[in-house]
T-cell receptor, first 111, second 115 residues
Framework: QQQVKQSPQSLIVQKGGISIINCAYENTAFDYFPWYQQFPGKGPALLIAIRPDVSEKKEGRFTISFNKSAKQFSLHIMDSQPGDSATYFCAASNVGDQFYFGTGTSLTVIP | DAGVIQSPRHEVTEMGQEVTLRCKPISGHNSLFWYRQTMMRGLELLIYFNNNVPIDDSGMPEDRFSAKMPNASFSTLKIQPSEPRDSAVYFC?????????????FGPGTRLTVL
């Protein structure tokens, strides 16, 4: 059973637009929800993460919105830039346990 | 800090050959993960270790795959014999188990091609 479901698989956004990627999880015991960014030829790198005691976390142009009752969380990229073009993975875990990754979203920002 | 180090970065081999991938985690990290990434299956966890002890190897595809962590600063993933369907990018990641810290740091990956 897939623990984390991610959508869309791919996303094309105009420069300056808002990119939104959604994830849903199954296990209500998860208490850590990171987003990883991966550029071609590179390993994934942590972009931003949230814990379930808050509903939103913002770091610059990147925001995680978290809905505990719906078991959903999303990544919003404001003022999207061509340099944001990458693959984004959501994940969920218990602290100290393995990560359950989503299937990834390929984001392309058109100049 | 040098980050997670993986070697080789690229490996091309023929079907049936033994392949050994190597990983040096970040100093002070005591949890290590091996992942495989393909277009079809995305990012898959193969096995992970806490304090050099394998915790979950349920993601290892079959007996042809084996992983070891003889000490806190080195791990290997071995495929014997290799098959074309093993072609993928293999990532190693490490983490420090302490309190609420949970970030995994990924290496640059090893691109494996089995002909």
């Amino acid at each position: 059973q897939q623990q984390v479901k991610q959508s869309p698989q791919s996303l094309i956004v105009q420069k300056g637009g808002i990119s939104i990627i959604n994830c849903a999880y199954e296990n209500t015991a998860f208490d850590y929800f990171p987003w990883y960014q991966q550029f071609p030829g590179k390993g994934p790198a942590l972009l931003i993460a949230i814990r379930p005691d808050v509903s939103e976390k913002k770091e610059g142009r990147f925001t995680i919105s978290f809905n505990k009752s719906a078991k959903q969380f999303s990544l919003h990229i404001m003022d999207s830039q061509p340099g944001d073009s990458a693959t984004y993975f959501c994940a969920a875990s218990n602290v100290g346990d393995q990560f359950y990754f989503g299937t990834g979203t390929s984001l392309t920002v058109i100049p | 800090d040098a980050g997670v180090i993986q070697s080789p970065r690229h490996e091309v081999t023929e079907m049936g050959q033994e392949v050994t991938l190597r990983c040096k985690p970040i100093s002070g990290h005591n949890s290590l993960f091996w992942y495989r990434q393909t277009m079809m299956r995305g990012l898959e966890l193969l096995i992970y270790f806490n304090n050099n002890v394998p915790i979950d190897d349920s993601g290892m595809p079959e007996d042809r795959f084996s992983a070891k962590m003889p000490n806190a600063s080195f791990s290997t993933l071995k495929i014997q014999p290799s098959e074309p369907r093993d072609s993928a990018v293999y990532f190693c990641a490490s983490r420090r188990l302490a309190g609420v810290a949970n970030e995994q740091f990924f290496g640059p990956g090893t691109r494996l091609t089995v002909l």
